[in-house]
């Protein structure tokens, strides 16, 4: 099992899923961390400067209005699960067509560490969904 976590610097968890540098991508078996990659965010429209963020107004450059995910679908291909802080209603709709479930919450720690407290049940739920992205 595969699961992701937007992060800015490695090792905290991003307060929004599409404007992260990064993504910590865990390998689990049997209920164990066995290793972990990070994937540079590269894909996604907050990453490549689409748009301008005005607190949280997501202020979107003019004739921008939705962008794709495919990028971020298939960078995280193979992923069962996102951990995250929050992220736009149609990025949790599309990963959830694409078989990943989001997984909000309002944790604080490293990634590693959500990961092992949503390992062992203990993962606060919380944190939510953005609906500025339609």
């Given amino acids: 099992m595969r699961i992701a976590v937007p992060s800015n ?3 905290g968890i991003s307060p929004h ?5 990064c993504f910590v991508v865990f390998e689990v ?5 066995t290793g972990q990659r990070v994937v540079e965010n590269s894909f996604t429209a907050h990453a490549l ?3 301008r ?23 995280l291909s193979g992923c069962e699960a ?3 802080r929050g992220m ?5 709709q599309d990963l ?11 944790f604080q720690g490293t990634p590693e560490e959500a990961v092992l407290a949503l390992l062992a049940g203990s993962l606060p739920a919380g944190g939510g969904f953005c609906g500025c992205h339609g």
């Fill in 82 to 84: 996102v951990i995250c």
């Fill in 53 to 75: 963020d005005e607190g949280h107004g997501h202020v979107h450059e003019a004739g921008h209005s939705h962008h794709s995910h495919g990028g971020i679908l298939e960078a």
């Fill in 9 to 11: 610097d490695g090792t």
């Fill in 96 to 106: 959830a067509a694409n078989g990943i479930k989001a997984i909000p919450t309002p």
């Fill in 29 to 33: 078996a049997d209920g164990a961390i």
């Fill in 49 to 51: 400067g689409e748009c």
């Fill in 17 to 21: 899923f599409g404007r992260c540098a």
């Fill in 88 to 92: 736009g209603m149609r990025a949790a």
